[in-house]
């Protein structure tokens, strides 16, 4: 009987170039790669100066008072004025854009309309930043970002309660 001899051999795949080409793409992949910048907004604030305080009406400004769970109250009343039946709860996102579009339009002088944007100690950070972006997409020129007074805490928990 005849003998068969297998002089098959195996084969192999050498791999090292294959390593180079991949060492050489994560080389050019991160040379290339911009890494994202912190988006910031501007935020203005005035000079301390010794100029007069312009008066400004009730009508002409819009105050938002950011509570806890996600909620924001607002009113346009002074603070002899305010009480839970005038504090009213509105919504982020196009709710709150309208609305400041909507009070603007109805001022008594549209130049001088003055958001008033004042965070509870029951809010957080997001919700100010949401606030804070709604004013920039409304073209809001003139907020002010500022405490809130015991007169508006004591409204705001009031409200919350009922």
């Known amino acids: 009987m005849a003998e068969f001899t297998n002089n098959t051999r195996q084969s192999r795949v050498d791999m090292t170039p294959m390593v180079d080409l991949g060492f050489l793409l994560i080389t050019f992949f991160v040379f290339t ?11 203005m604030m005035p000079d301390k100066s010794d100029k007069e ?3 400004i009406k009730y009508r002409n400004t819009l105050t938002f008072i950011l509570g806890k769970d ?22 982020y996102g196009t709710t709150l854009s309208k609305l400041i579009i909507e009070k ?9 309309f ?9 809010s957080n950070y997001r919700n100010t930043v949401d606030v804070l972006d709604e004013m920039k ?23 919350v309660k009922l």
């Not at 790669?33 to 935020?43: A, D, E, G, I, Q």
């Not at 996600?70 to 919504?91: A, M, P, Y």
């Not at 003055?114 to 029951?122: A, F, G, N, R």
Request: without cysteine.
């Open 104 to 112: 603007r339009n109805s001022a008594i002088e549209k130049e001088n």
């Open 114 to 122: 003055t958001v008033i944007i004042k965070p509870s100690d029951e």
């Open 70 to 91: 996600n909620r924001i109250f607002w009113h346009q009343k002074g603070r002899t004025d305010l009480s839970s039946e005038v504090l009213n709860e509105t919504s």
């Open 137 to 159: 997409i409304t073209n809001q020129p003139i907020y002010v970002l500022t405490d809130i007074s015991p007169k508006e805490v004591e409204v705001y928990q009031n409200k």
């Open 53 to 55: 305080v312009p008066f």
């Open 33 to 43: 790669t911009t890494f994202s910048s912190p988006n910031m907004m501007k935020l």
